[in-house]
């Protein structure tokens, strides 16, 4: 990742393109076997918007190239461990980015926030305040504890008389109100 803020380069990082070191990249470039992006922890509709459903290793640089799924053309170059780049690719990263610090660690993911037995005391607290002021409570119960405090807050400040959050509307849909719309070819 370029944090351009701080002029900082990090890993895991995605290389836009198929040019590196003025050479045009293609998937005959990838010369050290292919992996799904799922092994590597990748969210696959998140990584190059979806288009990328393998990886293929570039040995000369230890970077994954990532071709199109359907054109087979390289998008961009990944390098998710630091260590595997060899000295050509390090050599192309700082050509790359000249003025960038570049950190040859692979940060660590922010784990996933675990909830406390503390938190589940708030809420039963909030929700218990909720029922006592006539709210449905059955419509709030799976909100978070932000919208906890600001659905209290709205109901408390006297302006409000109903509060609850709204779940998605169903509707019907005759199919003869449909607007269909009729082409003719000739032929």
């Not at 288009?51 to 359907?70: A, S």
């Not at 909720?130 to 709205?154: P, R």
Request: net charge positive; aromatic share 8%; proline share 5%.
């Amino acid at each position: 990742m370029y944090i351009k803020k701080t002029n900082t380069f990090t890993f895991p990082h995605i290389v836009p393109g198929n040019i590196l070191g003025g050479r045009e990249h293609s998937f005959n470039s990838i010369n050290g076997g292919m992996i799904p992006v799922a092994n590597l922890n990748i969210i696959q509709s998140g990584f190059l918007g979806g288009n990328c459903l393998f990886l293929g290793k570039i040995k000369e640089y230890g970077m994954w190239g990532c071709p199109h799924y359907v054109t087979k053309k390289i998008m961009g170059f990944y390098i998710d461990d630091p260590s595997s780049l060899t000295d050509l690719g390090k050599k192309l990263l700082q050509e790359l980015y000249p003025t960038a610090n570049i950190f040859y660690e692979k940060i660590a993911p922010t784990a996933v926030r675990q909830v406390t037995q503390e938190d589940i005391d708030k809420r039963k607290k909030k929700l218990a305040e909720a029922q006592e002021l006539g709210m449905d409570v059955s419509s709030i119960v799976n909100q978070s504890i932000e919208v906890l405090d600001g659905l209290l807050a709205a109901r408390q400040s006297g302006k409000v008389t109903k509060v609850s959050v709204e779940g998605p509307v169903a509707s019907e849909t005759k199919l003869d109100e449909v607007p269909v719309v009729k082409i003719r070819r000739r032929g």
